[in-house]
Protein backbone atom coordinates (compact mmCIF):
# COMPACT_ATOMS: atom_id res chain seq x y z
CA UNK A 1 0.00 0.00 0.00
CA UNK A 2 3.08 2.47 0.95
CA UNK A 3 4.64 1.86 -2.91
CA UNK A 4 4.98 4.50 -5.07
CA UNK A 5 2.90 5.14 -8.28
CA UNK A 6 4.00 4.18 -10.88
CA UNK A 7 4.78 6.80 -13.95
CA UNK A 8 2.36 7.36 -16.67
CA UNK A 9 4.27 5.56 -19.47
CA UNK A 10 5.56 2.60 -17.62
CA UNK A 11 2.23 1.71 -16.70
CA UNK A 12 0.93 2.18 -19.84
CA UNK A 13 3.60 0.56 -21.52
CA UNK A 14 3.43 -2.76 -19.22
CA UNK A 15 -0.38 -2.61 -19.93
CA UNK A 16 0.01 -2.24 -23.52
CA UNK A 17 2.58 -4.80 -23.29
CA UNK A 18 0.97 -7.43 -22.36
CA UNK A 19 -2.46 -7.08 -23.90
CA UNK A 20 -0.56 -7.30 -27.13
CA UNK A 21 1.07 -10.97 -25.92
CA UNK A 22 -2.34 -11.99 -24.86
CA UNK A 23 -3.75 -10.65 -27.94
CA UNK A 24 -1.27 -12.61 -30.55
CA UNK A 25 -1.27 -16.05 -28.02
CA UNK A 26 -5.43 -16.34 -28.97
CA UNK A 27 -4.80 -15.64 -32.29
CA UNK A 28 -2.28 -18.20 -32.71
CA UNK A 29 -4.11 -20.47 -30.57
CA UNK A 30 -7.71 -20.16 -32.64
CA UNK A 31 -5.28 -21.08 -35.65
CA UNK A 32 -3.37 -23.98 -34.42
CA UNK A 33 -5.90 -25.60 -32.16
CA UNK A 34 -8.57 -27.74 -33.39
CA UNK A 35 -11.53 -27.01 -31.20
CA UNK A 36 -14.77 -29.57 -31.45
CA UNK A 37 -16.95 -25.89 -32.46
CA UNK A 38 -17.31 -24.14 -35.72
CA UNK A 39 -15.24 -21.64 -37.02
CA UNK A 40 -17.73 -18.85 -36.84
CA UNK A 41 -18.53 -19.85 -32.85
CA UNK A 42 -14.63 -19.77 -32.28
CA UNK A 43 -14.39 -16.69 -34.21
CA UNK A 44 -17.01 -14.80 -32.21
CA UNK A 45 -16.10 -16.20 -28.71
CA UNK A 46 -11.97 -14.97 -29.46
CA UNK A 47 -13.29 -11.74 -30.35
CA UNK A 48 -15.21 -11.70 -27.22
CA UNK A 49 -12.28 -12.53 -25.29
CA UNK A 50 -9.78 -10.22 -26.82
CA UNK A 51 -12.16 -7.25 -27.35
CA UNK A 52 -13.87 -6.98 -23.58
CA UNK A 53 -11.43 -8.84 -21.77
CA UNK A 54 -8.02 -7.57 -23.81
CA UNK A 55 -9.06 -4.17 -24.53
CA UNK A 56 -11.50 -3.23 -22.47
CA UNK A 57 -11.29 -4.30 -18.87
CA UNK A 58 -7.89 -4.68 -18.81
CA UNK A 59 -6.77 -1.34 -19.50
CA UNK A 60 -9.00 -0.29 -16.87
CA UNK A 61 -8.58 -2.27 -14.22
CA UNK A 62 -4.69 -2.65 -14.29
CA UNK A 63 -4.57 1.09 -15.05
CA UNK A 64 -7.02 1.77 -11.75
CA UNK A 65 -4.45 -0.36 -9.71
CA UNK A 66 -1.06 0.69 -11.20
CA UNK A 67 -2.15 4.42 -10.50
CA UNK A 68 -3.76 3.74 -7.38
CA UNK A 69 -6.89 5.36 -8.01
CA UNK A 70 -11.05 4.35 -8.50
CA UNK A 71 -11.93 3.05 -11.53
CA UNK A 72 -14.48 6.35 -11.89
CA UNK A 73 -11.12 8.09 -11.94
CA UNK A 74 -9.79 6.08 -14.65
CA UNK A 75 -12.58 6.24 -16.92
CA UNK A 76 -12.52 10.19 -16.11
CA UNK A 77 -8.40 10.12 -17.06
CA UNK A 78 -9.41 8.16 -20.56
CA UNK A 79 -11.65 10.91 -21.79
CA UNK A 80 -15.22 9.18 -20.75
CA UNK A 81 -17.29 12.34 -20.73
CA UNK A 82 -20.83 14.10 -21.65
CA UNK A 83 -21.20 14.85 -25.07
CA UNK A 84 -23.91 16.52 -26.95
CA UNK A 85 -26.18 15.80 -30.02
CA UNK A 86 -24.75 18.33 -32.27
CA UNK A 87 -21.06 16.70 -32.07
CA UNK A 88 -22.67 13.13 -31.86
CA UNK A 89 -23.78 13.88 -35.42
CA UNK A 90 -20.82 15.87 -36.45
CA UNK A 91 -18.97 12.48 -35.52
CA UNK A 92 -21.16 10.38 -37.54
CA UNK A 93 -20.44 12.46 -40.94
CA UNK A 94 -16.72 12.47 -39.72
CA UNK A 95 -16.90 8.53 -39.52
CA UNK A 96 -18.99 8.40 -42.99
CA UNK A 97 -16.41 10.33 -44.70
CA UNK A 98 -13.69 8.64 -42.92
CA UNK A 99 -14.95 5.36 -44.10
CA UNK A 100 -14.53 6.83 -47.92
CA UNK A 101 -10.86 8.01 -46.96
CA UNK A 102 -9.70 4.31 -45.62
CA UNK A 103 -10.99 2.99 -49.21
CA UNK A 104 -8.74 5.60 -50.80
CA UNK A 105 -5.84 4.80 -49.17
CA UNK A 106 -6.36 0.75 -49.06
CA UNK A 107 -6.34 0.51 -52.58
CA UNK A 108 -3.49 2.87 -53.14
CA UNK A 109 -1.59 1.03 -50.29
CA UNK A 110 -2.93 -2.31 -51.70
CA UNK A 111 -1.34 -1.75 -55.07
CA UNK A 112 1.57 -0.83 -53.99
CA UNK A 113 2.29 -4.47 -51.96
CA UNK A 114 0.72 -6.20 -53.76
CA UNK A 115 3.23 -5.48 -56.52
CA UNK A 116 5.61 -6.33 -54.33
CA UNK A 117 4.20 -10.26 -53.96
CA UNK A 118 1.55 -10.14 -51.06
CA UNK A 119 -1.47 -11.65 -51.51
CA UNK A 120 -4.05 -11.42 -49.28
CA UNK A 121 -4.39 -14.85 -46.92
CA UNK A 122 -7.88 -16.31 -46.07
CA UNK A 123 -10.24 -14.39 -44.11
CA UNK A 124 -10.72 -14.62 -40.96
CA UNK A 125 -12.97 -12.20 -40.02
CA UNK A 126 -15.92 -13.02 -37.52
CA UNK A 127 -19.03 -13.92 -39.38
CA UNK A 128 -19.61 -16.81 -41.10
CA UNK A 129 -18.56 -17.67 -44.97
CA UNK A 130 -22.11 -16.95 -47.24
CA UNK A 131 -24.00 -16.58 -44.48
CA UNK A 132 -26.00 -13.12 -45.26
CA UNK A 133 -29.16 -13.54 -42.72
CA UNK A 134 -30.30 -10.67 -40.17
CA UNK A 135 -29.01 -12.58 -37.42
CA UNK A 136 -25.48 -12.90 -39.30
CA UNK A 137 -25.73 -9.01 -39.56
CA UNK A 138 -26.89 -8.23 -36.42
CA UNK A 139 -23.83 -10.34 -34.87
CA UNK A 140 -20.93 -8.72 -37.49
CA UNK A 141 -22.15 -5.26 -36.12
CA UNK A 142 -21.70 -6.31 -32.15
CA UNK A 143 -18.45 -8.32 -32.74
CA UNK A 144 -17.17 -6.05 -35.87
CA UNK A 145 -18.32 -2.26 -35.44
CA UNK A 146 -19.58 -2.08 -31.92
CA UNK A 147 -17.26 -4.11 -29.52
CA UNK A 148 -14.10 -2.71 -31.72
CA UNK A 149 -15.49 0.72 -31.51
CA UNK A 150 -15.38 0.63 -27.52
CA UNK A 151 -13.19 -1.64 -26.69
CA UNK A 152 -10.05 -0.65 -29.09
CA UNK A 153 -10.36 2.94 -28.45
CA UNK A 154 -10.48 2.78 -24.76
CA UNK A 155 -7.25 0.86 -25.19
CA UNK A 156 -5.51 3.00 -28.07
CA UNK A 157 -7.52 6.52 -27.48
CA UNK A 158 -7.52 5.82 -23.47
CA UNK A 159 -4.79 3.90 -22.21
CA UNK A 160 -2.39 4.86 -25.09
CA UNK A 161 -2.83 8.76 -25.22
CA UNK A 162 -3.26 9.45 -21.95
CA UNK A 163 0.18 7.13 -20.92
CA UNK A 164 2.13 9.01 -23.93
CA UNK A 165 0.77 12.33 -23.10
CA UNK A 166 4.09 13.00 -20.79
CA UNK A 167 6.30 12.28 -24.05
CA UNK A 168 4.05 15.62 -25.65
CA UNK A 169 0.98 15.45 -27.56
CA UNK A 170 2.22 15.30 -31.09
CA UNK A 171 4.40 12.18 -30.04
CA UNK A 172 1.24 10.75 -28.11
CA UNK A 173 -1.18 10.98 -31.07
CA UNK A 174 1.87 9.40 -33.74
CA UNK A 175 2.84 6.30 -31.16
CA UNK A 176 -0.85 5.95 -30.67
CA UNK A 177 -2.09 5.85 -33.98
CA UNK A 178 0.84 3.71 -35.27
CA UNK A 179 0.15 0.88 -32.57
CA UNK A 180 -3.46 1.19 -33.50
CA UNK A 181 -1.90 0.36 -36.89
CA UNK A 182 -0.03 -2.27 -36.04
CA UNK A 183 -2.78 -3.86 -33.58
CA UNK A 184 -4.25 -5.23 -36.38
CA UNK A 185 -1.27 -7.17 -37.02
CA UNK A 186 -2.01 -6.93 -40.79
CA UNK A 187 0.11 -5.44 -43.61
CA UNK A 188 -3.02 -4.68 -45.80
CA UNK A 189 -4.89 -3.10 -42.78
CA UNK A 190 -1.67 -1.19 -41.05
CA UNK A 191 -1.71 1.76 -43.47
CA UNK A 192 -5.11 2.67 -43.57
CA UNK A 193 -5.83 1.88 -39.71
CA UNK A 194 -3.03 4.25 -38.87
CA UNK A 195 -4.50 7.04 -40.72
CA UNK A 196 -7.63 6.68 -39.37
CA UNK A 197 -5.98 6.51 -36.15
CA UNK A 198 -4.13 9.56 -36.92
CA UNK A 199 -7.92 10.92 -37.71
CA UNK A 200 -9.14 9.57 -34.70
CA UNK A 201 -6.58 10.72 -32.22
CA UNK A 202 -6.96 14.16 -33.57
CA UNK A 203 -10.80 13.89 -32.40
CA UNK A 204 -10.16 12.88 -29.00
CA UNK A 205 -7.63 15.91 -28.55
CA UNK A 206 -10.12 18.61 -30.12
CA UNK A 207 -12.81 17.43 -28.07
CA UNK A 208 -11.87 16.27 -25.12
CA UNK A 209 -13.62 13.16 -25.02
CA UNK A 210 -13.05 9.93 -26.05
CA UNK A 211 -16.64 9.51 -27.79
CA UNK A 212 -15.74 10.97 -30.83
CA UNK A 213 -13.44 8.16 -31.21
CA UNK A 214 -15.76 4.95 -30.65
CA UNK A 215 -18.58 6.83 -33.11
CA UNK A 216 -16.10 7.46 -35.81
CA UNK A 217 -14.53 4.02 -35.15
CA UNK A 218 -18.29 2.35 -34.99
CA UNK A 219 -19.28 4.12 -38.14
CA UNK A 220 -16.12 2.85 -40.24
CA UNK A 221 -16.63 -0.36 -39.10
CA UNK A 222 -20.49 -0.80 -39.49
CA UNK A 223 -20.59 1.10 -43.05
CA UNK A 224 -18.17 -1.80 -43.85
CA UNK A 225 -20.02 -4.50 -42.46
CA UNK A 226 -23.58 -2.55 -44.34
CA UNK A 227 -22.34 -2.71 -47.14
CA UNK A 228 -20.94 -5.97 -47.58
CA UNK A 229 -24.42 -7.25 -47.16
CA UNK A 230 -26.38 -4.66 -48.71
CA UNK A 231 -24.87 -5.57 -52.28
CA UNK A 232 -25.88 -9.49 -51.35
CA UNK A 233 -29.00 -8.73 -49.87
CA UNK A 234 -30.20 -5.69 -52.17
CA UNK A 235 -30.14 -3.21 -49.50
CA UNK A 236 -30.28 0.56 -49.70
CA UNK A 237 -27.25 2.14 -50.89
CA UNK A 238 -25.77 -1.41 -51.85
CA UNK A 239 -24.31 0.21 -55.37
CA UNK A 240 -22.64 2.93 -52.78
CA UNK A 241 -19.17 1.07 -52.53
CA UNK A 242 -18.83 -0.19 -56.16
CA UNK A 243 -19.72 3.26 -57.38
CA UNK A 244 -16.94 4.90 -55.09
CA UNK A 245 -14.53 1.85 -56.42
CA UNK A 246 -15.01 2.48 -59.67
CA UNK A 247 -14.80 6.03 -59.79
CA UNK A 248 -11.61 5.63 -58.74
CA UNK A 249 -10.31 3.00 -60.93
CA UNK A 250 -8.79 3.94 -64.35
CA UNK A 251 -6.67 1.86 -66.65
CA UNK A 252 -4.75 5.15 -67.44
CA UNK A 253 -2.23 5.67 -64.50
CA UNK A 254 -2.01 9.29 -64.96
CA UNK A 255 -6.13 9.69 -64.63
CA UNK A 256 -5.91 6.94 -61.87
CA UNK A 257 -3.62 9.17 -59.59
CA UNK A 258 -5.15 12.63 -60.83
CA UNK A 259 -8.61 11.10 -59.61
CA UNK A 260 -7.50 9.92 -56.61
CA UNK A 261 -5.68 13.04 -55.35
CA UNK A 262 -8.51 15.03 -55.72
CA UNK A 263 -11.12 12.98 -54.58
CA UNK A 264 -8.22 12.74 -51.45
CA UNK A 265 -8.56 16.09 -51.23
CA UNK A 266 -12.22 16.94 -51.01
CA UNK A 267 -12.43 14.10 -48.70
CA UNK A 268 -9.26 15.68 -46.58
CA UNK A 269 -11.36 19.52 -46.65
CA UNK A 270 -14.51 18.14 -45.59
CA UNK A 271 -12.68 16.28 -42.67
CA UNK A 272 -11.24 19.58 -41.66
CA UNK A 273 -14.14 21.21 -41.72
CA UNK A 274 -16.54 18.85 -39.43
CA UNK A 275 -13.37 18.82 -37.54
CA UNK A 276 -14.22 22.88 -37.13
CA UNK A 277 -17.40 22.17 -36.26
CA UNK A 278 -16.65 19.87 -33.47
CA UNK A 279 -13.98 22.37 -31.61
CA UNK A 280 -16.92 24.66 -31.46
CA UNK A 281 -19.19 22.46 -29.97
CA UNK A 282 -16.64 20.80 -27.61
CA UNK A 283 -13.78 22.94 -26.20
CA UNK A 284 -14.74 26.59 -27.17
CA UNK A 285 -18.13 26.05 -26.36
CA UNK A 286 -17.06 24.83 -22.61
CA UNK A 287 -14.75 28.03 -22.62
CA UNK A 288 -17.39 30.61 -23.78
CA UNK A 289 -19.56 29.27 -21.20
CA UNK A 290 -16.91 29.32 -18.44
CA UNK A 291 -16.41 32.89 -19.39
CA UNK A 292 -20.31 33.41 -19.47
CA UNK A 293 -20.30 32.10 -15.64
CA UNK A 294 -17.92 34.55 -14.81
CA UNK A 295 -19.56 37.47 -16.27
CA UNK A 296 -22.58 36.80 -14.46
CA UNK A 297 -20.53 36.56 -11.43
CA UNK A 298 -19.06 39.67 -12.51
CA UNK A 299 -21.97 41.55 -12.77
CA UNK A 300 -23.84 40.51 -9.43
CA UNK A 301 -20.51 41.36 -7.61
CA UNK A 302 -21.17 44.56 -9.54
CA UNK A 303 -24.58 45.22 -8.32
CA UNK A 304 -23.83 44.51 -4.55
CA UNK A 305 -24.96 41.41 -3.78
CA UNK A 306 -23.23 40.40 -0.37
CA UNK A 307 -23.05 36.95 -1.00
CA UNK A 308 -20.60 37.52 -3.52
CA UNK A 309 -19.01 40.88 -1.63
CA UNK A 310 -18.64 38.43 1.53
CA UNK A 311 -17.00 35.06 -0.55
CA UNK A 312 -13.32 35.96 -1.54
CA UNK A 313 -13.53 33.26 -3.83
CA UNK A 314 -16.12 34.65 -5.66
CA UNK A 315 -14.23 38.23 -5.55
CA UNK A 316 -11.23 36.60 -7.10
CA UNK A 317 -13.61 35.18 -10.40
CA UNK A 318 -14.58 39.19 -10.56
CA UNK A 319 -11.43 40.04 -10.33
CA UNK A 320 -9.86 37.74 -13.14
CA UNK A 321 -13.38 38.63 -15.33
CA UNK A 322 -11.97 42.39 -15.28
CA UNK A 323 -8.54 41.05 -16.42
CA UNK A 324 -10.58 39.09 -19.64
CA UNK A 325 -12.02 41.96 -20.78
CA UNK A 326 -9.46 42.71 -23.07
CA UNK A 327 -9.67 38.90 -24.71
CA UNK A 328 -9.90 38.59 -28.14
CA UNK A 329 -10.57 34.83 -30.34
CA UNK A 330 -6.42 34.94 -30.61
CA UNK A 331 -6.39 34.66 -26.99
CA UNK A 332 -9.37 32.72 -26.49
CA UNK A 333 -7.91 30.11 -29.02
CA UNK A 334 -4.74 30.00 -26.42
CA UNK A 335 -7.01 29.42 -23.76
CA UNK A 336 -9.29 26.63 -25.67
CA UNK A 337 -5.61 24.83 -25.85
CA UNK A 338 -3.81 25.91 -22.41
CA UNK A 339 -4.18 22.08 -21.42
CA UNK A 340 -2.16 20.50 -23.96
CA UNK A 341 0.98 22.85 -23.07
CA UNK A 342 0.41 22.21 -19.38
CA UNK A 343 0.79 18.37 -19.62
CA UNK A 344 3.53 16.84 -17.23
CA UNK A 345 6.87 16.23 -19.68
CA UNK A 346 9.39 14.07 -17.79
CA UNK A 347 12.89 12.22 -19.14
CA UNK A 348 11.54 8.44 -19.69
CA UNK A 349 13.62 6.11 -17.69
CA UNK A 350 15.55 3.03 -20.12
CA UNK A 351 13.19 0.41 -18.68
CA UNK A 352 9.74 2.81 -19.90
CA UNK A 353 11.93 3.26 -23.40
CA UNK A 354 12.68 -0.44 -23.46
CA UNK A 355 9.03 -0.99 -23.01
CA UNK A 356 7.95 0.90 -25.27
CA UNK A 357 10.38 -0.23 -28.06
CA UNK A 358 8.87 -3.81 -27.36
CA UNK A 359 5.75 -2.98 -28.44
CA UNK A 360 6.63 -1.69 -31.62
CA UNK A 361 8.78 -4.67 -32.47
CA UNK A 362 6.60 -7.57 -31.24
CA UNK A 363 3.23 -5.95 -33.06
CA UNK A 364 5.82 -5.16 -36.26
CA UNK A 365 6.84 -8.90 -36.19
CA UNK A 366 4.18 -10.14 -36.72
CA UNK A 367 2.67 -8.02 -38.88
CA UNK A 368 5.71 -8.36 -41.04
CA UNK A 369 4.73 -12.20 -40.82
CA UNK A 370 1.87 -11.74 -42.55
CA UNK A 371 3.47 -9.76 -45.13
CA UNK A 372 6.15 -12.20 -45.76
CA UNK A 373 3.99 -16.37 -45.08
CA UNK A 374 0.57 -14.39 -44.81
CA UNK A 375 0.55 -16.18 -40.94
CA UNK A 376 -1.47 -14.94 -37.87
Given at each position: MGKKQHSLLFTTGIIYFVILLLFVGVRIIVQ???????????????????????????????????????????????????????????????????????????????????????ENPPSSATGSVGDYSVLAFILNVITVAILPAVCEETTHRGLLLKG????????????????????????????????LGFIIALTV?????????????????????????ARHNNWFGKGLYEFFTTFLYSENFISFFITNCLVLVVLLFTIVFLFTILLKETRIKKVNNMLTDIAQINKEFNEGDPVYQNDPNLANLHNLNNLMKQYNIKSLNSMVFTDLEMKERRKSTLFEILLLVSCFVVSGLVTAFTFIWGII
Open positions: VVDFPISAEILDYIASGIIQIGFMFLLPIVAFSLMQKQKVKKTFTDFGYAKINLKSILVCILIGFFCYFLNILISSFFGTIIRLCGYFSTLGIKKAIIFSSLLFGLMHLNINQFFYATVIISKNIFPAIIIHFMNNFLSVYFDF
